[in-house]
């Protein structure tokens, strides 16, 4: 059960990810007529939310698949998901209050993914 959770948990984060990835061009865009700067800043970071999602999934996918049922893999997961709890924080007092209804989405479905790793680490 430990294992299909944290693959759960891993695939809803690296979706994620993806859905960060593809609109960036649209994202950046949507700014108008900004500095060549802030463009870039703006892929940069938009980019990197999209590479952490993929470095939390691809963790996760390594520690169950090496060492799934361990205490290592169960602090991992406790790890991971305090990070997505903390950038689920982060997007419900940010992102979350714009009319974007995918940051609307996002706090809930980085918790729903925090919450089945921590449930994960405990089953």
Not at 54 to 74: E, H, P, Q
């Amino acid at each position: 059960m430990e294992e299909v959770l944290a693959y759960v948990a891993a695939g809803l984060v690296g979706l994620w990810g993806v859905s960060h990835a593809v609109p960036t061009r649209a994202v950046v865009t949507g700014f108008g007529e900004i500095s060549t700067d802030n463009r870039r800043i703006l892929v940069q970071e938009w980019l990197a939310e999209a590479v952490t999602m993929w470095s939390f999934a691809a963790l996760v996918i390594v520690v169950t698949g090496v060492g799934g049922g361990t205490s290592t893999a169960d602090w991992a997961y406790r790890v991971i998901a305090g990070a997505l709890l903390v950038l689920a924080v982060l997007t419900t007092f940010t992102g979350a209050r714009t009319s974007i209804v995918w940051f609307k989405i996002c706090p809930m479905l980085l918790t729903c993914s925090a919450v089945l790793l921590l449930i994960a680490g405990i089953v």
